[in-house]
C-alpha cells in the first residue's frame, strides 16, 4: 500500500500531541516539509509552550508515525481571545488526500470547545493550492495584507521574494463558514475586484532565470490587494482553472464578524 491511498488515510488518527518525542516529530516532519535552516526553525520547546497556554499542537498519526501537524498559539486582540495557526504540515506522500482540511477542522472543533470563535493564519498569496484549500475548502476570508512580513526566509517554497502574506480570518461560527463545510455553496456576492496568479508561478519562484517574473506577479498583486483592501473589498472565494492558475475573487462580505484590526 502506497502512502497515498485511500485506505491509508482511514487509519490516520487525529488527535493532540502529548508527548516530549510527538513534539520532536513536528520539529523532524517541520525540517522535512519546509526545508528551514536550522536556525529558522520552531523548536520543539514553542511546541510545548503552545500546547500549555491555551494553544494547540494537533498531529495526524500514522500508527506512531506523524504524518502531519498543525500549531496555533493564543492571542489577544481587543479583549477578544483567538487563536494564530502558525503551522499546517502534511508528509509529501500524504498530501491531496483531505488531511490538511481534518487537520484545520480539529483545530476548529476544539477552538469551539473553548468559546473561539476565530483562528486567524497567514499564507502566501502565491500559493495557489494553499489559497484554495484556505477560502475554497475551509471559508476562510481575507482583508490585510502584510508586506514582506517575515523578512528573508531559508526555505526553498520561498523562491528568495519577500514574504508578502495573507491574513485569512476563520469565523468559525459565521455563515460562510457554517455552509461551507455542510457542502452547502458559500453565500453569493458581486465580484468587484479579481487578482489572478499564474499556474507557472511554482515553476518561476524554483528558477533563478525566470525569478523575476514571479517577483513581477508579487508585485502587481500586492498592489492590487492593498487597493482593493483600502476600499474595503474581501476576499471571498477563489477560482483554479484546468492550466493550474488561480484566481482570487473579491467583493463586499455582508456579514459583520469583526475585532476591530491589529
Ligand atoms: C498546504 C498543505 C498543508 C495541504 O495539505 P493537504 O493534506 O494536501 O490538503 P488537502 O488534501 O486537505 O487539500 C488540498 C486541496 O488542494 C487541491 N490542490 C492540490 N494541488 C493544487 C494546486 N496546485 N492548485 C490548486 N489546488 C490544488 C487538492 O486537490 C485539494 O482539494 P480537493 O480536496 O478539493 O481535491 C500541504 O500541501 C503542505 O504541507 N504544504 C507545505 C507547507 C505549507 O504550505 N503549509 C501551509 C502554509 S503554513
Partial sequence: MT????????????????????????????????GFDDIDLVPSRVFLVASKIGGQVIGAFRGYELVGYSLSIPGNRNGHVYLHSHMLAVKPGYRNLGLGQKLKLA????????GIELIEWTFDPLEIKNAYLNIVKLGAIARRYNINQYGSFSSPLQGGLPTDRLV?????????VESILAGRAAPDFRIEEKV????????WKQSPGDRTKAADVQQRNRDKFLQAFSQGLVILNYQRDERGSGAFL?????????YAKH
Avoid at 168 to 176: M, T, Y
Fill in 107 to 114: 483545530q476548529r472543533d476544539d477552538a469551539i470547545e473553548k
Fill in 196 to 203: 489572478q496568479v499564474p499556474g507557472e508561478i511554482y515553476a
Fill in 3 to 34: 502512502a497515498s491511498t485511500p485506505t491509508a488515510l482511514a487509519e490516520i488518527d487525529i488527535r493532540h500531541c502529548d508527548s516530549l518525542q510527538e513534539l520532536e516529530q513536528c520539529v523532524q516532519l517541520q525540517k522535512e516539509v519546509w
Fill in 250 to 258: 473579491l467583493g463586499h462580505w455582508d456579514e459583520t464578524w469583526s
Fill in 168 to 176: 485569512a480570518e476563520w469565523w468559525l461560527r459565521s455563515k460562510r
